[in-house]
């Protein structure tokens, strides 16, 4: 299928799961008894979940500056301001197409190339990926594999980001040994991923507690709207955000997200109807904070980075 059909199909499926989540959640609940549990929810509650989700978008903006360190010292505030607006970005454009976004903020803003943006994007999202694996083996690993085997498949599965490092650097040596344009786009890109391991420590360190953060607010979040242990909506609220990966989802993940959720939910006995009701409050809170954070983060810094001497040795 050609590029433009596949881009057209995708928005037109992603706005069919959108109307068929408003008919269904009409049909099964009725929007006004959905929304209702909002009225009830004490102020101080959703305060405290909105100042956390903040916190982990501010770590997930750190993990970006922290990486780039060599081209964001000193410009937490444009950093803080990207980050946010590629993640508004990302969770309101359809099947993932608002990842698009961060190389060209990284080259408009900081002056970084697409070679290097590129490769430390998808390091991002490989450790975004290990991190809900991980967490998500953790709660449910014992119940369905038993307590030994849980705890065996949690460790070597922990290892994995440890041995992609030592890959990177074995595949770069080898690289070290071929000449060509494919050998030195390959060489370029290698180079963008971490080189240091005290660089590979501290951008799982950060992914690991944005995601500590945001996964047990999200998991909070859906108990204030269900009846349920948090353990089980930690497994709802975990497999939500995989819906992310899917090569098709709704728009602002409508109908996916919730489709995780509730498929999540489904083993441990929650009422599909209950479990679609909390989902989609669930979203409902993550697109409020989403769009919050964005238009707040027109308050911040967007000056280009000044180009200083230690960039320019970089790029050479």
Partial sequence: MPKRQRSGFHYVAGAVLLLGLVLAVETWIGWSALLRPWLSLAPGYLAAGIILIFLSYALRALRVYDYFIADTRGQFGVCLRLSLQHNLLNNLLPMRSGELAFPVLMSRCFSVPVVRSVPGLLWFRFLDLHTLIAFALLVISEPFAGQTLGVVLGLLWMTVP??????????????????????????????????????????????????????????????????????????????????????????????????GVVAGLAP?????????????????????????????????????????????????
């Fill in 162 to 259: 440890w041995l992609g490092f030592r890959l990177t650097n074995f595949w770069q040596a080898r690289l070290d040994h071929h000449h060509g344009r494919v050998s030195h786009f390959l060489r370029r890109i290698l180079e963008s991923l971490p080189q240091q391991p005290r660089l590979f420590w501290r951008s799982w360190l950060w992914t690991l507690l944005n995601w500590s953060i945001k996964l047990a607010v999200f998991a909070w979040i859906l108990t204030l709207f269900s009846d349920m242990p948090l353990g089980t909506a930690w497994i709802g609220a975990t497999l939500g955000d995989f819906t992310s990966v899917l090569p098709i989802h709704g728009v602002a993940g409508a109908g996916t997200y919730e489709a």
């Fill in 268 to 316: 441990f006995d929650i009422d599909p109807a209950t479990a679609l009701q909390a989902a989609v409050n669930l979203h409902l809170f993550v697109l409020g904070c989403t769009l919050l954070s964005g238009a707040l983060s027109l308050l911040l810094p967007a000056l280009p980075a000044p180009v200083s001497v230690e960039r320019e040795a970089n790029h050479d």
